[in-house]
């Protein structure tokens, strides 16, 4: 079952999009920024497709649901901390993106644990952060071929939409698992329904 699930389409396309970021991040090491922002678009048009695939040809499965978002934040969170070491991002951003995505990752896992709750669909914020981030890198990249002052402009307003929604996403993030663990604690505590008509 697993391993069907590991051949469809959109998750062939999710593989392919993690096999991109070593070589991504090869180019940007040796300085070749024009070929890493070309790998970066084909890994986000890839994100794009798998989702669309995955409706079309309704392979929908729960390994992709997993899958798809690893993917993201394995690309996105090596390139902000591949472009920090590289001195193209400066840390602020890095270590409040990666202190974001750790604390959600603990907190899922201890919810888990606990409560046994495995709903953590990214709400409207973190779809917007998501966006942010990708922005952000795109035109970092391309501030390093194209340093003109639109390309500048929008690195730096991208960046800061960046570090503005990745503390939205995570103020939300925290009020949706407050809501969540209330509503499984109300259901857990309400007393059995009489059988009485």
């Known amino acids: 079952m697993k391993l069907s699930q590991l051949l469809t389409a959109p998750n062939q396309l999710t593989l392919l999009r993690m096999m991109f970021v070593p070589f991504i991040v090869i180019n940007m090491v040796e300085g070749h920024y024009l070929l890493a922002l070309i790998l970066f678009v084909l890994a986000g048009f890839s994100d794009g497709l798998d989702g669309l695939l995955a409706r079309t040809l309704k392979q ?34 890095t270590v409040l993106v990666f202190s974001r995505d750790i604390t959600i990752l603990m907190a899922s896992a201890v919810l888990y644990a606990i409560a046994g709750l495995r709903d953590f669909r990214p709400s409207i914020f973190g779809k917007a952060n998501t966006f942010a981030q990708v922005a952000a890198v795109f035109f970092v ?16 307003v991208f960046l800061r939409a960046t570090f503005a929604f990745t503390i939205i996403s995570a103020m939300h993030y925290v009020f949706l698992v407050g809501q969540r663990l209330r509503a499984t604690h109300q259901v857990a505590t309400a007393p059995p329904a009489s059988g009485r008509v």
């Open 60 to 93: 929908q499965t729960v390994l992709g649901q997993y899958l798809d978002p690893i993917a993201d934040k394995l690309l996105l969170s090596t390139m902000f901390m591949v472009l920090s070491i590289l001195h193209k991002i400066p840390w602020k951003f």
């Open 141 to 156: 990249l391309l501030f390093e071929i194209n340093r003109s002052r639109g390309v500048a402009i929008g690195r730096l």
